[in-house]
């Protein structure tokens, strides 16, 4: 009863350092996303892949690249950590990208709370 | 300004009460909404879309109101495990597909 999968689930960075957030799922979703949550502001996408093989740009993406690896794995990448990445990362994925006229609900992992210092 | 916007609250609610709260949303071309639910320090999990005709899922119900641009959840008979942050979601429309923009959330805080 996995879901979405995403590690690691706690993180501390020093500026300038990389790292990587990986994030699996298990339901043959087609479409998959990173968000960020920041105090009071609602989910910030990122990067999305609506299928394997693509990848683009969501709101906030300067900063980050992203992988996806195959159909189970979207990958995150922080290539020099600022203090202003520090927040808190969500996969998430969907059989398909929610175009109008389809429900698709998303469904997101558990998060990776990330503090660059 | 924000294209969805909530009362961060928190509500305080006394168990067995009844809370209500909305969420305003900008763009009037937007065409399905949705209430999140996330609890603390968890992920965000759908609580229930929200249709035009309003609906209701227990002891939840939810209203869109068109002309006035928001969506409203009520919780009745309220529990402590309806604690949570309720975010509301509005699906956009200004792009190929509809990428869903989250407000901050509303606290609800059950006491008994």
């Known amino acids: 009863n996995a879901g979405v999968t995403q590690t690691p689930k706690f993180q501390v960075l020093k500026t300038g350092q990389s790292m990587t957030l990986q994030c699996a799922q298990d339901?043959?979703?087609?479409?998959m996303y990173w968000y960020r949550q920041d105090p009071g502001m609602g989910l910030r996408l990122i990067y999305y892949?609506?299928?394997?093989?693509?990848?683009d740009k969501g709101e906030v993406p300067n900063g980050y690249n992203v992988s996806r690896l195959n159909k189970r794995e979207f990958s995150l990448r922080l290539e020099s950590a600022a203090p202003s990445q520090t927040s808190v990362y969500f996969c998430?994925?969907?059989?398909?990208?929610?175009?109008?006229?389809?429900?698709?609900?998303?469904?997101f992992g558990e998060g990776s709370w990330l503090t660059v210092v | 300004r924000k294209e969805v916007e909530q009362d961060p609250g928190p509500f305080n609610v006394p168990e067995g009460a009844t809370v209500a709260f909305n969420c305003t949303y900008s763009?009037?071309?937007?065409?399905?909404f949705f209430w999140y639910r996330q609890d603390c320090r968890k992920e965000p999990k759908l609580l229930m879309s929200?249709?035009?005709s309003g609906n209701e899922d227990g002891r939840f119900t939810a209203q869109l109101n068109r002309a006035s641009q928001y969506i409203s959840l009520l919780i009745r008979d309220s529990k402590l495990s309806d604690s949570a942050t309720y975010l509301c979601?509005?699906?956009?429309?200004?792009?190929?597909?509809?990428?869903?923009?989250f407000g901050a959330g509303t606290q609800v805080v059950v006491t008994p």
């Open positions: 998430a994925s969907s059989e398909s990208l929610p175009y109008r006229s389809s429900g698709n609900t998303i469904y």
């Open positions: 339901m043959n979703h087609n479409s």
């Open positions: 892949s609506a299928s394997e093989g693509t990848t």
């Open positions: 763009n009037s071309a937007s065409q399905s």
């Open positions: 929200v249709y035009s």
């Open positions: 979601v509005v699906k956009g429309t200004r792009d190929s597909w509809g990428k869903l923009q």
